[in-house]
């Protein structure tokens, strides 16, 4: 059983940047780490994942160049990075599990999820 926490979520104006964090209660070495967004009326949508040994990432095309996934295995934490914000970048981010080595797009595949933080973006 694995337990996720967000934290780093806020207010910010667009251009700002923040770092969410998703810290696990237990051992995630193994697990393909996710973030996804969810804006009010809208879908669950894939912003980044990250392989379990933090080799490889896969960000969508709507925040490349502008968000960052990362891990440390060590503190058992996920990293969400996102500079250049937007209005449009408003929504709930969660972070999400997948016990898998080849991580998915699709929120369906992924096994564990954190209660979600609010990112904010005033224009």
């Known amino acids: 059983q694995v337990q996720l926490v967000e934290s780093g979520g806020g207010l910010v104006q667009a251009g700002g940047s923040l770092r969410l964090s998703c810290a696990a209660s237990?051992?995630?070495?193994?697990?393909?780490m996710g973030w996804f967004r969810q804006a009010p009326g809208k879908e669950r949508a894939f912003v980044a994942t990250i392989t379990p040994s933090g080799g490889r990432t896969y960000i969508a095309g709507s925040v490349k160049g502008r968000f960052t996934i990362s891990r440390d295995n060590a503190k058992n934490t996920v990293y969400l990075q996102m500079n250049s914000l937007k209005p449009e970048d408003t929504a709930v981010y969660y972070c999400a599990a997948d016990y898998t080595v080849v991580p998915s797009t699709s929120f369906g595949e992924y096994d564990y999820w954190g209660q979600g933080t609010q990112v904010t973006v005033s224009s």
């Open positions: 237990g051992r995630t070495s193994s697990y393909a």
